[in-house]
């Protein structure tokens, strides 16, 4: 490492402004403070220094997706397969799921970052973080075969008017990645949506064969529409129907406990979104309309569709969930309860987390406020009171 430190100290002017490279500043310190702690320090002011950035946090993230992504791969090969009438090793299955998963991973990642390295050399500014995390969690949340070039444009508007025009980084009120997907529902919703997205059909590399036509129901659209499906066990390893990462409730708890071990995200705001959905899909249980979907046992609801995937890595977003430790409680709570009143009482969308969180990311603000003001008015009555 101290042979790269030296390295990109030797060709660090190059980039510096009159240096030959200049144009590509961003570009280089964006590289660099991804390998490096950066050395500079505050000239002015009270500032609390730690070798854990942004980037690093982001990192963090990133690798707490990847069991979650690692078995939507399997699954979408699984998937194949399982239609085609097709054997296969576990080679098989995962190559198959890699290979048509990994255009969407280099779709998400080329579109995004590039406009956000257009969007800093024109401001003069660093390569902004955020979107090592978002970049990954985009195709994530959508069919195998959402098309490549909705893809690509649902995430340049994203990250152009949920996240840019915002400020960048840390200022976007909308989840950039949920903006993505509402994109795409509400622009192209027979490819995000229906029986006829959620298996890949084409052979790929000699892997798989080439299906004319396949139509698979996930669970929850089973349940908005025919009958109500049964608990079984794969609703939980996630051998089942749906987005490429939400469907492994097992991958989705290990990818929380990176995330709760090492501090990025709150336990306050998960567990929250868990209670309010619990909650919310009893009362229906107990007292709802009758219909499929109402009368789905609770423990159902919480791992069916995205419910699981957006309590551990949207609803726990730091820079558009609530950040006050009371706020998180209300926060993730009111998550949880509409995600599941959307799916019980909308049947046309039987999923819920999405609209649910950006929702909710509008009243995050509001929330903090209303906290801090609380905080304030109580330390002001103990104040009056001790004099």
């Not at 490096?36 to 963090?60: E, L």
């Not at 949920?178 to 795409?184: D, G, P, S």
Request: charged residues 15%.
């Amino acid at each position: 490492m101290k042979a790269l430190r030296n390295y990109l100290d030797k060709i660090k002017p190059n980039f510096e402004e009159g240096g030959k490279l200049h144009a590509f500043r961003s570009v280089f310190e964006g590289f660099e403070s991804f390998l490096f702690v950066p050395n500079t320090t505050a000239k002015s002011g009270t500032h609390i220094h730690d070798a854990i950035d942004s980037k690093r946090i982001m990192i963090i993230v990133v690798i707490a997706l990847l069991p979650a992504l690692l078995f939507g791969m399997y699954n979408v090969g699984y998937q194949h397969y399982l239609a085609a009438g097709l054997d296969g090793t576990f080679w098989q299955l995962f190559g198959y799921g890699f290979l048509a998963v990994l255009p969407k991973i280099l779709v998400s990642y080329i579109v995004g970052l590039g406009i956000e390295f257009i969007v800093a050399q024109w401001k003069k500014e660093e390569i902004q973080e955020g979107f090592l995390v978002s970049g990954i969690l985009i195709p994530m949340i959508v069919p195998v075969e959402c098309p490549l070039w909705m893809l690509a444009i649902a995430t340049a508007f994203s990250v152009i008017f949920a996240k840019e025009v915002f400020g960048g980084t840390g200022m976007n009120v909308f989840n950039v990645a949920l903006i993505t997907r509402a994109f795409l529902f509400f622009a192209y919703p027979a490819s995000m949506s229906g029986d006829a997205v959620w298996v890949a059909k084409d052979s790929i590399f000699g892997l798989g064969k080439s299906l004319d036509a396949v139509t698979v129901a996930t669970p929850l659209g089973q349940a908005a529409t025919t009958h109500l499906p049964e608990f079984n066990w794969d609703m939980v390893t996630g051998l089942i129907p749906g987005s490429i990462g939400e469907t492994s409730v097992i991958a989705i708890a290990i990818g929380a406990a990176i995330l709760l071990l090492t501090g990025v995200a709150s336990w306050k705001t998960m567990l929250s979104v868990f209670v309010g959905g619990g909650l919310t899909a009893w009362l229906f249980n107990v007292a709802g309309p009758d219909t499929n979907i109402a009368n789905m046992p609770w423990y159902e609801h919480l791992v069916l569709g995205g419910f699981c995937f957006g309590a551990v890595f949207m609803a726990t977003d730091p820079v558009t969930s609530a950040r006050t430790e009371t706020g998180k409680y209300i926060y993730g709570f009111l998550i949880g309860v509409i995600a599941i009143i959307i799916r019980v009482l909308n049947p046309g969308y039987p999923e819920g987390m999405m609209l649910a969180i950006l929702f909710m990311n509008v009243f995050a603000p509001l929330i903090d406020y209303y906290v801090v003001q609380s905080n304030i008015k109580k330390r002001m009555k103990r104040l009056t009171v001790n004099k």
